[in-house]
């Protein structure tokens, strides 16, 4: 099982630009979340889906953020447009509802110049 | 969602046994305690949980005050990878999905 699968690793753009980070989830999971992690905030939760449905968005920031995952396998976080403050890791993890655990990917460094 | 306290930071002696301390005072009946912890560089990963009894794995073992108002996380033998941040989390029983942590503790563990 090669885990939660992120991509880009790093990414680094200019304010403004568009950014989408993607996330592959483990195989047969059906809960996947997207959190972010700053010195300052910590962990944060941003969303999470159930069966591919958004159940709770509540942690995206602003409606420059949106979240979706059009099947099982696959998740993309994007800003639209991105801003310094954005600068962060975002860590994509899955779940087996019911099941205990999370796994987390390895994140995206994101860094908005 | 009942709030945790752990302190910020810990060391320890290489091949020696951590203790890691975590306050849960104000935790409900349907309250699992997790434990993940995060290496660096890396995301956060699974270490262990439980309700009410102590609990052993191959990583870690879980030690629950019988008022559940506190836990202890136990390495019985750290070694340099054990470092990380560690974190103590409460997750209620239905398993709703909100992983929320906190700050955690910092370990370093001293050769």
């Known amino acids: 099982d090669a885990g939660v699968i992120q991509s880009p690793r790093h990414e680094v753009t200019e304010m403004g630009q568009e950014v989408t980070l993607r996330c592959k989830p483990i195989?047969?999971?059906?809960?996947l979340f997207w959190y972010r992690q700053t010195m300052m905030r910590g962990l944060e939760l941003l969303i999470y889906?159930?069966?591919?449905?958004?159940?709770?968005d509540s942690g995206m920031p602003e409606d420059r953020f949106s979240a979706k995952m059009p099947n099982a396998s696959f998740s993309t976080l994007k800003i639209q447009p991105s801003e310094p403050r954005d600068s962060a890791v975002y860590f994509c993890?899955?779940?087996?509802?019911?099941?205990?655990?999370?796994?987390f990917g390895s994140g995206t460094r994101l860094t908005v110049v | 969602d009942a709030k945790t306290t752990q302190p910020n930071s810990m060391e320890s002696n290489e091949e020696e046994p951590v203790h890691l301390p975590c306050n849960h005072s104000?935790?409900?009946?349907?309250?699992?305690i997790h434990w993940y912890r995060q290496l660096p560089s890396q995301g956060p990963e699974y270490v262990i949980h439980?309700?009410?009894s102590n609990v052993n794995n191959r990583m870690a073992s879980l030690a629950i005050a019988e008022d559940r108002k506190s836990s202890t996380l136990i390495l019985h033998r750290a070694t340099l990878r054990d470092a990380a941040v560690y974190y103590c989390?409460?997750?209620?029983?239905?398993?709703?999905?909100?992983?929320?942590f906190g700050t955690g503790t910092r370990l370093t563990v001293i050769p």
């Open positions: 989390i409460l997750r209620d029983q239905t398993g709703a999905n909100n992983l929320f």
């Open positions: 439980g309700l009410t």
């Open positions: 993890a899955s779940s087996l509802r019911g099941l205990v655990g999370y796994t």
């Open positions: 195989s047969g999971h059906n809960s």
């Open positions: 104000t935790i409900s009946g349907t309250d699992y």
């Open positions: 889906f159930n069966n591919n449905v958004p159940i709770d």
